[in-house]
């Protein structure tokens, strides 16, 4: 019973070489997420989508796109991997749409380790 | 936009000692600060948050507090365990349009000795 899962937990490619990495969540959440984490362990925001709706987006370079088909998953495609891309990648999600309550914990997925050659 | 800083980067304490971690931010419009605990492998858990109209909140071992005027906000870990080792990271947002977005202090490793 996974709340959020994310695929492959590891990834090791050669620069230049285009990857996905998947997330779905089974919580009933509108609201998903995308984190870096780098080798310092430091963790920044990178996209928050609602309802399959892009609202979040902190100035990753445009070879990063997430994408969402539906509320459950959302996707991150990364082209022209670079070296400086390895890092470990969490998907995370929450309830933002709720009355009487203005912040939600976010559920985090076990991370993907991407390591870029 | 919100800088945290979170310190100390490592902390090490004996199996029953308290443990402290404390961060400070930048934006005065944050009003909430949840804290998360990630262990080896592993995503980051919530373990407590406090909203910015308390100034302290207690679950179990745990509890954090907030001082708005001072923008810093604290977590206390009493009785420490050594399952309590992990990396700790503390966290501000405000609400925007929709969407909760979390900036990150750079964590804590705690080690409890047993």
């Known amino acids: 019973d996974t709340a959020v899962s994310q695929t492959p937990k590891y990834l090791v490619t050669q620069m230049g070489n285009d990857k996905s990495i998947k997330c779905e969540q089974n919580?009933?959440?509108?609201?998903m997420y995308w984190y870096k984490q780098d080798s310092k362990k430091f963790l920044k925001i990178m996209f928050s989508y609602n309802n399959k709706e892009l609202i979040i987006n902190e100035t990753v370079p445009n070879r990063f796109s997430p994408k969402s088909p539906d509320k459950a998953h959302l996707n991150l495609h990364i082209n022209s991997l670079e070296l400086g891309d390895s890092a470990v990648y969490f998907c995370a999600s929450s309830q933002e749409y709720q009355p009487l309550s203005s912040y939600n914990e976010q559920f985090f997925g076990p991370g993907t380790r991407l390591t870029v050659l | 936009g919100e800088n945290v800083e979170q310190h100390p980067s490592t902390l090490s304490v004996q199996e029953g000692d308290s443990a402290v971690i404390k961060c400070t931010y930048s934006?005065?419009?944050?009003?909430?600060f949840p804290w998360y605990k990630q262990e080896l492998g592993k995503g980051p858990q919530l373990i407590i948050d406090i909203r910015s109209n308390v100034g302290e909140k207690k679950d179990q071992r745990i509890a954090v507090t907030l001082n708005k005027t001072a923008k810093h906000f604290s977590l206390h870990i009493t009785e420490t365990q050594p399952e309590d080792s992990a990396v700790y990271f503390c966290?501000?947002?405000?609400?925007?349009?929709?969407?909760?977005?979390?900036?990150f202090g750079g964590g804590t490793r705690l080690m409890v000795k047993p």
């Open positions: 934006d005065s419009a944050s009003n909430y």
């Open positions: 919580l009933g959440h509108d609201t």
């Open positions: 966290a501000a947002s405000k609400r925007r349009n929709a969407g909760n977005m979390l900036t």
